[in-house]
């Protein structure tokens, strides 16, 4: 006993002893080469579960006792050990590991190592984004990855770019739009545009592109997931950047119509008295008299810097743009805040964002742009006897309008104003908890939101022509739109030396509510106003997880798995798991590569993957719905007190599918990432094949059979392949001069494989792609064995002189008679491959860049030309109208609206844009500038005859024209 108690004794006096030998540690952790502060840097105690992080300022503190070893590591840069010996300060240099060098990309609730990322997944980040007039963010990766198609906008100030990944034919009437996640918050897919945030706040894009990676997202990743991360400030002294440009612009192309001479002969060999008498004595080209050229200015203005245990960023933006078509402007208010707070020893983070935006749009009347096209170019714009305004018009006999005629295009943008007040917002708050007794664990919770409100006007005064009604027309519209996100996810991150192994695994909760509402009064005269109101939400309920594992740092394996359950889908088939398993073999660190003179990196990648798609613009189209309806559906039902009629609003029920249930799309991915000479060529090589099941379309029904004749349901399967490379070479590095270029490549392929719940390849398929021309035409099909969209067509004959003959077509079927049947599906506007190639060079003070695009083997439907390119149109809607000059090469009477004439080879070399900047160190006492210049739209090779090639949809008819602009600009930072 008494042995017992001097033990105890004993030990009681040791511990004191190890108490006092313990000592607080503190240091500065650097980069090597530049003297850098590194944030995040991993500091631990060799061989215990003791550790911490670097802060912002690169500094730790850390408990340590004579005879350990402190342990420096971070991601890309060589580990250190450093015997701590009772010294009181521990700073440390890391020197960057060439071998293990690489870039964090963002995954999905979380980040990875490129390394070790096994899927197809791309980040763009702010250093490669390209330059010029950018209102819409998604333009600054045109061109920059394999697999990424941003399709630009139109001329229309303010409007959006259509993103595609792989192909962008995921769906047939649901989006086959990617979801957008903005700094953790995935935006509601209904109303996905980016034109809130401004360009210079966005940090960088990462796609992920194949289903393994992206179903971590589950039943809204299906077109693939663009994850968007806005810039954060960094410690240090407060900095300011100020931002500005000046850009000019004006169309380079019109669309292709008689002159004056050219009409007023046509009309004179075609036509009758009345007609060649209703010719005028002018000569105006009306697309000259819609267009003009365009002034955009732009100015940003950000400060951000930090503290011992936070930093922020603040930025504020204006933006004014002016379209080319007369009376078309927006002007555009930006604001972003970023906070970071670190407390508890680093223990506890707590990061707010928010990203707001008030946007003014005044909108040009864009019917404007077709009647320009048609309107008769020998009359003048004004007419000082003219009851419209003092416009000329198309009128009867008796002067009264002619409601069927085209309108005086001027007349359509001058006697109209349609503006429209926009308030967006996303924000989120997020707070970081590592357990301080279990610190391979953090857990972590996100509130955010999406917050979308637009108020609109619109006013056409009752002397305008275009007036359908004689006191004129006053029109509001609201819209509101919001959703709100709880996230709440653990991470378990550990590192097993004794098997060499890592796990990485995340489990986690999310719940998003959205909620849409839009109200639309019209009072298209003394007393009366016609309407309606519409309010809908829908919820989605989600539970994931991800697992990494990493064996010798050379095999690796991800595990995504997400159980959504949605309100829009029927109760038996609205919960269901989405999920892939994707691996990797790090080739360079066998031991068979590690002697490579050639090799600098070499990953062989697989993965399948499966994901879902919802989003097809009816939130409970499974059950039975009533409709209210306006002022202009109503039933009489006997007679007022008075004894005029009484009439009662009608509701009427609409079409379901009480079976309605998920796309589905099952994807398989292959891919090889390599690097040359020390990194000096780098590069990927992907392969997939995706299959989408039950596809929702809407689809016509058997009368009788619903209560609509069409309606949403799940129709039919499509499968994609396809090929991407992706090519970047540091041509030239040295102190006085380098030169980068990316160049990438996509090859896509898609068919319909099911429709209209059968794989009958003689069915007549799914009309779609709506033309002008008649009533109620379309150009398009979706069949099975097919590309999605084709143009479904009758195969034009030609004269000995490669002139295209009247009416005159294949007998397809050969039976001797030309009718529907003989119609063909003739190529598609999808096109067989994509093409980007970018360039930087930076010589001393100097830079310069650009980016080129092509698309090959896309078609377009000329339907400008297809519509008024013949004397049909000539002397239509008991008029003269102007028409397509490809009357000239054509001679047509009448129009030939589904010949395959008209389906044109839009193929197209693009160079996006060019810049040239040259910078200065020290302009005033620390203060560095940049002068830049830029060109965007600089030039297009195609062979295609109408507007633009790059048509998205592939149908080309009043297309608001896209503009050169060239800009000016400057950038200092203080």
Same mark, same amino acid.
């Given at each position: 006993?008494?042995?017992?108690?001097?033990?105890?004794?004993?030990?009681?006096?040791?511990?004191?002893?190890?108490?006092?030998?313990?000592?607080?540690?503190?240091?500065?952790?650097?980069?090597?080469?530049?003297?850098?502060?590194?944030?995040?840097?991993?500091?631990?105690?060799?061989?215990?579960?003791?550790?911490?992080?670097?802060? +912002?300022?690169?500094?730790?503190?850390?408990?340590?006792?004579?005879?350990?070893?402190?342990? +420096?590591?971070?991601?890309?840069?060589?580990?250190?050990?450093?015997?701590?010996?009772?010294?009181?300060?521990?700073?440390?240099?890391?020197?960057?590991?060439?071998?293990?060098?690489? @870039?964090?990309?963002?995954?999905?609730?979380?980040?990875?190592?490129?390394?070790?990322?096994?899927?197809?997944? $791309?980040?763009?980040?702010?250093?490669?984004?390209?330059?010029?007039?950018?209102?819409?963010?998604?333009?600054?990766?045109?061109?920059?990855?394999?697999?990424?198609?941003?399709?630009?906008?139109?001329?229309?100030?303010?409007?959006?770019?259509?993103?595609?990944?792989?192909?962008?034919?995921?769906?047939?009437?649901?989006?086959?739009?990617?979801?957008?996640?903005?700094?953790?918050?995935?935006?509601?897919?209904?109303?996905?545009?980016?034109?809130?945030?401004?360009?210079?706040?966005?940090?960088?894009?990462?796609?992920?592109?194949?289903?393994?990676?992206? /179903?971590?997202?589950?039943?809204?990743?299906?077109?693939?997931?663009?994850?968007? %991360?806005?810039?954060?400030?960094?410690?240090?002294?407060?900095?300011?950047?100020?931002?500005?440009?000046?850009?000019?612009?004006?169309?380079?192309?019109?669309?292709?119509?008689?002159?004056?001479?050219?009409?007023?002969?046509?009309?004179?060999?075609?036509?009758?008295?009345?007609?060649?008498?209703?010719?005028?004595?002018?000569?105006?080209?009306?697309?000259?008299?819609?267009?003009?050229?365009?002034?955009?200015?732009?100015?940003?203005?950000?400060?951000?810097?930090?503290?011992?245990?936070?930093?922020?960023?603040?930025?504020?933006?204006?933006?004014?743009?002016?379209?080319?078509?007369?009376?078309?402007?927006?002007?555009?208010?930006?604001?972003?805040?970023?906070?970071?707070?670190?407390?508890?020893?680093?223990?506890?983070?707590? $990061?707010?964002?928010?990203?707001?935006?008030?946007?003014?749009?005044?909108? #040009?009347?864009?019917?404007?742009?077709?009647?320009?096209?048609?309107?008769?170019?020998?009359? /003048?714009?004004?007419?000082?006897?003219?009851?419209?305004?003092?416009?000329?018009?198309?009128?009867?006999?008796?002067?009264?309008?002619?409601?069927?005629?085209?309108?005086?295009?001027?007349?359509?943008?001058?006697?109209?104003?349609?503006?429209?007040? %926009?308030?967006?917002?996303?924000?989120?708050?997020?707070?970081?908890?590592?357990?301080?007794?279990?610190?391979?664990?953090?857990?972590?919770?996100?509130?955010?939101?999406?917050?979308?409100?637009?108020?609109?006007?619109?006013?056409?005064?009752?002397?305008?022509?275009?007036?359908?009604?004689?006191?004129? =027309?006053?029109?509001?519209?609201?819209?509101?739109?919001?959703?709100?996100?709880?996230?709440?996810?653990?991470?378990?991150?550990?590192?097993?030396?004794?098997?060499?192994?890592?796990?990485?695994?995340?489990?986690?909760?999310?719940?998003?509510?959205?909620?849409? /509402?839009?109200?639309?009064?019209?009072?298209?005269?003394?007393?009366?106003? %016609?309407?309606?109101?519409?309010?809908?939400?829908?919820?989605?309920?989600?539970?994931?997880?991800?697992?990494?594992?990493?064996?010798?740092?050379?095999?690796?394996?991800? =595990?995504?798995?997400?159980?959504?359950?949605?309100?829009?889908?029927?109760?038996?088939?609205?919960?269901?798991?989405?999920?892939?398993?994707?691996?990797?073999?790090?080739?360079?660190?066998?031991?068979?590569?590690?002697?490579?003179?050639? +090799?600098?990196?070499?990953?062989?990648?697989?993965?399948?993957?499966?994901?879902?798609?919802?989003?097809?613009?009816?939130?409970?189209?499974?059950?039975?719905?009533?409709?209210?309806?306006?002022?202009?559906?109503?039933?009489?039902?006997?007679?007022?007190?008075?004894?005029?009629?009484?009439?009662?609003?009608?509701?009427?029920?609409?079409?379901?599918?009480?079976?309605?249930?998920? @796309?589905?799309?099952?994807?398989?991915?292959?891919?090889?990432?390599?690097?040359?000479?020390?990194?000096?060529?780098?590069?990927?090589?992907?392969?997939?094949?995706?299959?989408?099941?039950?596809?929702?379309?809407?689809?016509?029904?058997?009368?009788?059979?619903? =209560?609509?004749?069409?309606?949403?349901?799940?129709?039919?399967?499509? $499968?994609?392949?396809?090929?991407?490379?992706?090519?970047?070479?540091?041509?030239?590095?040295?102190?006085?001069?380098?030169?980068?270029?990316?160049?990438?490549?996509?090859?896509?392929?898609?068919?319909?494989?099911?429709?209209?719940?059968?794989?009958?390849?003689?069915?007549?398929?799914?009309?779609?792609?709506?033309?002008?021309?008649?009533?109620?035409?379309?150009?398009?099909?979706?069949?099975?064995?097919?590309?999605?969209?084709?143009?479904?067509?009758?195969?034009?004959?030609?004269?000995?002189? #490669?002139?295209?003959?009247?009416?005159?077509?294949?007998?397809?079927?050969?039976?001797?008679?030309?009718?529907?049947?003989?119609?063909?599906?003739?190529?598609?506007?999808?096109?067989?491959?994509?093409?980007?190639?970018? /360039?930087?060079?930076?010589?001393?003070?100097?830079?310069?860049? +650009?980016?080129?695009?092509?698309?090959?083997?896309? *078609?377009?439907?000329?339907?400008?030309?297809?519509?008024?390119?013949?004397?049909?149109?000539? *002397?239509?809607?008991?008029?003269?109208?102007?028409?397509?000059?490809?009357?000239?090469?054509?001679?047509?009477?009448?129009?030939?609206?589904?010949?395959?004439?008209?389906?044109?080879?839009?193929?197209?070399?693009?160079?996006?844009?060019?810049?040239?900047?040259?910078?200065?160190?020290?302009?005033?006492?620390?203060?560095?500038?940049?002068?830049?210049?830029?060109?965007?739209?600089?030039?297009?090779?195609?062979?295609?005859?109408?507007?633009?090639?790059?048509?998205?949809?592939?149908?080309?008819?009043?297309?608001?024209?896209?503009?050169?602009?060239?800009?000016?600009?400057?950038?200092?930072?203080?």
């Amino acid at each position: 006993m008494k042995k017992m108690q001097k033990f105890i004794l004993f030990l009681a006096f040791l511990i004191p002893i190890g108490m006092l030998a313990q000592t607080k540690v503190t240091g500065v952790v650097t980069e090597q080469s530049t003297g850098t502060p590194l944030l995040g840097v991993n500091v631990v105690l060799k061989g215990t579960s003791t550790g911490t992080t670097t802060d +912002f300022d690169g500094k730790y503190q850390i408990t340590a006792t004579n005879g350990q070893t402190i342990v +420096f590591t971070y991601v890309g840069y060589k580990t250190q050990e450093i015997p701590y010996t009772g010294q009181a300060t521990v700073n440390v240099a890391l020197e960057e590991d060439a071998s293990t060098l690489d @870039e964090v990309v963002v995954v999905g609730y979380g980040s990875a190592v490129k390394k070790d990322v096994t899927g197809a997944v $791309e980040s763009v980040t702010s250093e490669d984004f390209n330059g010029g007039a950018i209102v819409s963010p998604e333009q600054l990766i045109a061109g920059k990855t394999a697999g990424v198609q941003v399709t630009p906008p139109s001329g229309a100030p303010g409007s959006g770019s259509a993103i595609k990944i792989r192909g962008g034919v995921s769906s047939l009437s649901a989006s086959s739009a990617p979801l957008i996640v903005v700094d953790g918050v995935p935006l509601d897919q209904g109303n996905s545009g980016l034109n809130y945030i401004n360009a210079n706040d966005i940090e960088s894009f990462t796609v992920l592109k194949d289903a393994s990676a992206a /179903s971590i997202y589950g039943s809204r990743a299906t077109g693939g997931v663009i994850l968007i %991360t806005t810039k954060t400030g960094k410690s240090g002294q407060l900095n300011f950047n100020v931002n500005h440009y000046t850009s000019v612009g004006n169309n380079v192309n019109e669309v292709d119509v008689l002159s004056s001479t050219q009409f007023r002969d046509l009309v004179l060999a075609n036509g009758n008295a009345n007609q060649i008498s209703d010719l005028g004595n002018s000569s105006t080209d009306w697309q000259d008299q819609i267009y003009r050229g365009s002034l955009t200015t732009d100015t940003n203005v950000t400060v951000s810097g930090g503290f011992d245990n936070s930093n922020f960023r603040a930025s504020i933006g204006y933006v004014s743009q002016e379209g080319t078509l007369r009376n078309s402007k927006v002007n555009r208010w930006t604001g972003s805040v970023k906070f970071i707070q670190r407390l508890l020893d680093d223990d506890l983070r707590i $990061e707010a964002n928010v990203l707001g935006a008030l946007i003014d749009d005044t909108f #040009g009347n864009q019917g404007a742009i077709g009647a320009a096209v048609s309107f008769d170019p020998t009359q /003048s714009v004004f007419d000082p006897n003219s009851p419209f305004g003092g416009y000329t018009e198309n009128v009867n006999n008796d002067g009264s309008i002619n409601t069927i005629a085209v309108r005086n295009p001027v007349a359509l943008l001058e006697l109209y104003s349609n503006t429209a007040d %926009t308030k967006r917002s996303t924000g989120s708050l997020k707070i970081d908890y590592t357990l301080p007794f279990f610190r391979d664990l953090k857990l972590t919770a996100k509130g955010g939101y999406d917050y979308f409100e637009v108020d609109g006007n619109l006013v056409i005064p009752a002397t305008a022509a275009s007036n359908s009604n004689t006191d004129g =027309l006053i029109g509001t519209n609201s819209t509101l739109n919001r959703s709100r996100l709880l996230d709440l996810y653990a991470n378990y991150k550990k590192d097993i030396e004794s098997i060499k192994s890592t796990i990485d695994l995340t489990v986690g909760h999310s719940f998003q509510s959205f909620y849409r /509402s839009n109200r639309f009064l019209n009072t298209p005269g003394v007393g009366q106003v %016609t309407g309606n109101v519409f309010k809908t939400e829908n919820a989605l309920e989600s539970y994931f997880g991800r697992l990494n594992f990493a064996y010798d740092n050379k095999y690796l394996v991800t =595990l995504n798995l997400r159980n959504d359950s949605s309100s829009r889908l029927n109760p038996d088939d609205r919960s269901d798991f989405f999920g892939g398993v994707s691996v990797g073999w790090n080739i360079i660190d066998e031991n068979f590569m590690k002697d490579s003179k050639v +090799f600098s990196q070499l990953k062989l990648r697989a993965g399948y993957g499966e994901t879902g798609q919802q989003e097809f613009g009816q939130d409970y189209g499974y059950i039975p719905r009533y409709t209210t309806g306006d002022g202009q559906v109503q039933y009489q039902f006997g007679y007022n007190s008075d004894g005029s009629p009484r009439f009662v609003t009608t509701i009427r029920p609409e079409e379901y599918d009480e079976n309605l249930r998920w @796309e589905r799309s099952k994807t398989i991915n292959l891919g090889l990432d390599f690097g040359f000479f020390n990194d000096r060529l780098t590069g990927s090589v992907e392969v997939y094949e995706r299959k989408v099941e039950d596809l929702i379309n809407f689809i016509p029904v058997p009368a009788g059979t619903n =209560l609509s004749n069409a309606l949403f349901t799940n129709v039919g399967n499509l $499968e994609n392949r396809g090929l991407e490379i992706n090519l970047n070479a540091a041509i030239v590095e040295n102190e006085n001069f380098s030169w980068n270029t990316n160049f990438n490549v996509s090859f896509f392929d898609n068919e319909i494989t099911k429709l209209f719940l059968t794989d009958d390849p003689t069915s007549p398929g799914s009309p779609t792609g709506g033309i002008a021309g008649g009533v109620g035409n379309t150009i398009q099909i979706n069949s099975v064995g097919y590309e999605a969209n084709s143009f479904f067509v009758y195969k034009q004959i030609y004269d000995a002189n #490669g002139a295209p003959i009247e009416g005159a077509y294949v007998d397809i079927n050969g039976d001797g008679v030309v009718d529907t049947d003989d119609r063909y599906r003739y190529k598609s506007p999808n096109p067989d491959a994509v093409l980007g190639f970018n /360039s930087n060079m930076q010589y001393g003070n100097f830079d310069f860049s +650009f980016t080129m695009r092509a698309s090959l083997g896309n *078609f377009a439907y000329n339907n400008v030309a297809s519509n008024t390119g013949n004397v049909q149109s000539l *002397f239509g809607a008991n008029s003269i109208n102007n028409v397509n000059s490809s009357i000239l090469d054509t001679g047509f009477q009448n129009q030939q609206l589904f010949s395959d004439y008209y389906v044109q080879d839009a193929s197209f070399l693009k160079l996006d844009n060019l810049t040239i900047g040259y910078s200065l160190d020290n302009v005033f006492k620390d203060v560095r500038m940049r002068v830049y210049a830029t060109g965007q739209n600089l030039f297009v090779i195609t062979d295609y005859d109408g507007l633009d090639p790059e048509i998205n949809g592939g149908i080309d008819n009043n297309f608001y024209p896209r503009s050169r602009n060239i800009l000016m600009g400057i950038n200092l930072n203080l």
